[in-house]
């Protein structure tokens, strides 16, 4: 199973930014896609973003222009810089790994967009 360790996070003023990390180890499938989901409390956990094997990036409206996702082959390492960020972006953030039916999960990480 593919094991995700987030790091980032914590608290920051409107209209500020925030870099996630998430590093995975033990991947062994060549076609995958990586990103991070979000939950603010009391609401379903939402997508935010993904990239995948072949580079192809996607975003969620909510995010689409602040947020961005990328990834370091080598370092196994996906990375979202969130910009620009607004106090609806608080919520705990879920790094994801999928490949077909094998679903991986990090431990999540608290953003919190306050003044």
């Known amino acids: 199973q593919v094991r995700l360790v987030e790091s980032g996070g914590g608290l920051v003023q409107p209209g500020g930014s925030l870099r996630l990390s998430c590093a995975a180890s033990?991947?062994?499938?060549?076609?995958?896609?990586m990103g991070w989901y979000r939950q603010a409390p009391g609401k379903e956990r939402e997508w935010v973003a993904r990239i995948t094997s072949t580079a192809t990036t996607n975003y969620a409206d909510s995010v689409k222009g602040r947020f961005s996702i990328a990834r370091n082959n080598a370092k196994n390492t996906v990375v979202l810089q969130m910009n620009s960020l607004k106090p609806d972006d608080t919520a705990v953030y879920y790094c994801?790994?999928?490949?077909?039916?094998?679903?991986?999960w990090g431990q999540g990480t608290q953003v919190t967009v306050s003044s």
């Open positions: 994801y790994y999928s490949s077909g039916d094998v679903w991986s």
């Open positions: 033990d991947i062994i499938f060549t076609i995958f896609e």
